[in-house]
């Protein structure tokens, strides 16, 4: 079974955002697709793609809002973390659009961005986008706001693109957006695109962000990107992040997985495991670094890891370490 794609939650919250602002019922939609509202705000946290998915489509589905992807691409660039961070800081466009692509992959794991040139026109792309129809224009509309925000860091904010394409097949109720009004549109292509002029290339961006001497970006080693490593570890991450909002159920792991409970539960039969065991190991790894903190008690350890009550607490910690939660206290904090 392939690995789970991975992506940071601040996309989530880029929609969750755009449908306040259309005073749509978005945490509905949230609950729907089993996103905790504390998890999507916090942006850093790792997130199933899948689950986005299902968000972004089933949102801009039943609520008619057919540019919610581009409302929510609408965000600001560098208030996207440290990619943002690289991005705007780059001195010339050419260098922008290259941290965009190299840097974009520790925001998703399939991220495929990539630039390429025919005679005077540049093409800034994406790869391929999986989903339904609908959570693919979602998805694009997202990515091309993102990347035509890019291009007007150096093109400035007014320019607008003559050509795109589309990996959709159509333009039902967005002909008019500011994106496409007076754009040339190749529909069903094998990636997503937006033209511009090839000397473009060597322009310095407009906003200053590269000569700003308040803003630093830390440094990252070469090479360190979202990597998923089999299914099963990667959803223990996720579960990790997840359960310090909410309690998991075998649903939710599943939708994670983009796969049937029943699917799952022969996977992880394989790995010799439950569901319920899977939780209690990840609780166990959460309650042992929340034990080294000596101004949480036990009860709050207790309910900050869903647990009803301190005995149950006390019951599983036991069987995992052989000892009470206060006794490895002890041995851990001499």
Known sequence: MATIPLVRARYAHGFLTALREHGAPAERYLERSRLPVELVEDGNCLISAFMLWHFAG?????????????????????????????????????RAIGTFCSEARAEYSRADFYLTRALDVAWFCRGRIDGSPAQVQQVELYVLGLMLQTLRLALGMDWSPIRIRLQNTDLVGLADTELFRNAEVEFGCRCSGIAFPVPSL????????????????????????????????????????????????????????????????????????SFTRLV???????????????????????????????????????????????????????
Not at 254 to 259: I, K, L, N, Y
């Open 58 to 94: 089933d949102a801009a589905r039943d609520t008619g809002i057919s540019d919610l992807g581009l409302a929510a691409g609408s965000v600001p660039v560098e208030s996207h973390g440290e990619f943002g961070s690289r991005v705007t800081c780059a001195p010339t466009l050419y």
């Open 202 to 273: 060597g322009l310095p961006l407009r906003t200053g962000f590269a000569a700003a001497s308040n803003l630093t970006v830390p440094a990252r080693p070469a090479g360190k990107l979202l990597e998923p490593d089999d299914l099963i570890s990667t959803l223990r991450s996720l579960l990790d992040d997840y359960m310090r909002y909410a309690t998991p159920t075998l649903d939710v792991a599943s939708e994670m997985a983009g796969t049937s409970k029943r699917s799952l539960q022969r996977l992880l039969n394989r790995q010799r495991l």
């Open 280 to 334: 209690d190991e990840i609780r166990f790894e959460q309650a042992t670094s929340l034990l080294t903190d000596p101004a949480m008690t036990i009860t709050e350890i207790a309910f900050e890891l869903g647990y009803s009550d301190p005995a149950q607490f006390t019951r599983v910690f036991r069987r995992h370490a052989g000892m009470p939660p206060r006794a490895f206290r002890r041995q851990s904090n001499p």
